[in-house]
């Protein structure tokens, strides 16, 4: 979950050069490709590959489930008032992970019968606290892992992770607890998150979620050097400084998309798309070196599928694009 600023007005984040610190699309990285023919069969496997990444109805279901067995076991000790599932789970950009499936839950608790946390010097470790106590305490939950982890109190369920952050209204954003480095309550707004994800995704014909889905997967099975949210904010960035018009191609999309990371991945280059604080302070001059080395070096692989397939070569960038996106072993 992302810890951001609130607003409320899209159009600061959706007019010109707002996002990620307005750098231009047209100066910024290479050329763009939109104008490549469209090869069905390439894009159909492509779209294949994204429909294999997604969670299936059994996934979605097992952890809706976890999600009201949560609810029913914090309702009974807690003053809640409302409990919503955010994260990739609700932007529909999570993907099976084989290290397991999460699911991240902001339970909003009534400020008006527990806000002493607020003002407690401890208050954010209290909180996560008696979170941990009231699910320790359903003997459901008698042989799950459970502990406080930052602003979360995680819950493993053999291979499925519930995630769960305890928070209060502040206007129209959150206050979440935050106890890495000290004792704080952070302003964050989810909703506003997943409604820009929403809109990107509308604006560009639905390609947006999709290729979340296949830089987290990449991102995966190369160290996972990356968050969630900062993928999905450098995905946000290249879709919103992209210009209209152009054939839609998930060919295209990558290909310029991995043209742009090595330029994204420098340091301070990767922010909120709400706030548009920094959002890659945690990587260490090595990971960086590394991501802008493997980007580059996918980017060239897409340029030359990109030709193969201007050239009628869809074999040959089938195979190319396959590797980037884990078909192929490369």
Same mark, same amino acid.
């Given at each position: 979950?992302?810890?951001?600023?609130?607003?409320?007005?899209?159009?600061?984040?959706?007019?010109?050069?707002?996002?990620?610190?307005?750098?231009?699309?047209?100066?910024?990285?290479?050329?763009?490709?939109? *104008?490549?023919?469209?090869? =069905?069969?390439?894009?159909?496997?492509?779209?294949?590959?994204?429909?294999?990444?997604?969670?299936?109805?059994?996934?979605?279901? =097992?952890?809706?489930?976890?999600?009201?067995?949560?609810?029913?076991?914090?309702?009974?000790?807690?003053?809640?008032?409302?409990?919503?599932?955010?994260?990739?789970?609700?932007?529909?950009?999570? !993907?099976?992970?084989?290290?397991?499936?999460?699911?991240?839950?902001?339970? $909003?608790?009534?400020?008006?019968?527990? *806000?002493?946390?607020? *003002?407690?010097?401890?208050?954010?470790?209290?909180?996560? $606290?008696?979170?941990? &106590?009231?699910?320790?305490?359903?003997?459901?939950?008698?042989? @799950?892992?459970?502990?406080?982890?930052?602003?979360?109190?995680?819950?493993?369920?053999?291979?499925?992770?519930?995630?769960?952050?305890?928070?209060?209204?502040?206007?129209?954003? @959150?206050? !979440?607890?935050?106890?890495?480095?000290?004792?704080?309550?952070?302003?964050?707004?989810?909703?506003?998150?997943?409604?820009?994800?929403?809109?990107?995704?509308?604006?560009?014909?639905?390609?947006?979620?999709?290729?979340?889905?296949?830089?987290?997967?990449?991102?995966?099975? /190369?160290?996972?050097?990356?968050?969630?949210?900062?993928?999905?904010?450098?995905?946000?960035?290249?879709? /919103?400084?992209?210009?209209?018009?152009? $054939?839609?191609?998930?060919?295209?999309?990558?290909?310029?998309?991995?043209?742009?990371?090595?330029?994204?991945?420098?340091?301070?280059?990767?922010? *909120?798309?709400?706030?548009? &604080?920094?959002?890659? $302070?945690?990587?260490?001059?090595?990971?960086?070196?590394?991501? @802008?080395?493997?980007?580059?070096?996918?980017?060239?692989?897409?340029?030359?599928?990109?030709?193969?397939?201007?050239?009628?070569?869809?074999?040959?960038?089938?195979?190319?694009?396959?590797?980037?996106?884990?078909?192929?072993?490369?």
């Amino acid at each position: 979950m992302g810890s951001v600023h609130g607003r409320s007005d899209l159009s600061r984040h959706y007019g010109p050069k707002s996002l990620g610190g307005g750098y231009g699309f047209a100066t910024e990285g290479p050329a763009s490709v939109q *104008d490549i023919p469209l090869d =069905d069969q390439l894009e159909t496997s492509i779209d294949r590959r994204v429909g294999a990444l997604s969670l299936g109805e059994g996934d979605r279901r =097992d952890l809706q489930e976890l999600k009201d067995q949560v609810r029913a076991s914090l309702s009974r000790g807690l003053a809640v008032e409302r409990v919503n599932v955010v994260g990739s789970f609700s932007k529909e950009t999570q !993907i099976r992970d084989e290290e397991g499936n999460d699911i991240d839950l902001q339970v $909003t608790l009534r400020r008006d019968l527990l *806000d002493g946390w607020l *003002d407690q010097e401890n208050g954010p470790r209290n909180c996560l $606290t008696k979170v941990r &106590s009231v699910l320790s305490q359903d003997p459901r939950y008698s042989d @799950v892992e459970i502990r406080v982890d930052r602003n979360a109190v995680r819950a493993k369920f053999g291979d499925k992770v519930v995630d769960i952050v305890p928070v209060f209204r502040e206007g129209g954003d @959150v206050l !979440i607890p935050d106890t890495k480095g000290g004792q704080s309550w952070i302003r964050s707004n989810p909703r506003l998150s997943k409604r820009l994800l929403d809109l990107a995704d509308l604006n560009h014909r639905g390609r947006v979620k999709p290729i979340v889905k296949l830089v987290k997967d990449w991102n995966n099975r /190369h160290g996972r050097r990356l968050s969630s949210y900062q993928i999905e904010a450098m995905v946000l960035r290249h879709f /919103h400084e992209k210009p209209a018009g152009g $054939t839609p191609s998930y060919l295209a999309d990558l290909t310029e998309l991995f043209g742009h990371l090595p330029w994204y991945l420098r340091k301070g280059s990767i922010r *909120d798309p709400v706030d548009d &604080s920094p959002l890659d $302070t945690h990587l260490s001059p090595e990971d960086r070196s590394r991501l @802008v080395r493997l980007t580059r070096r996918e980017g060239r692989r897409l340029r030359e599928a990109e030709w193969h397939a201007r050239h009628g070569r869809s074999q040959r960038a089938a195979r190319l694009v396959g590797v980037v996106i884990g078909d192929i072993d490369g």
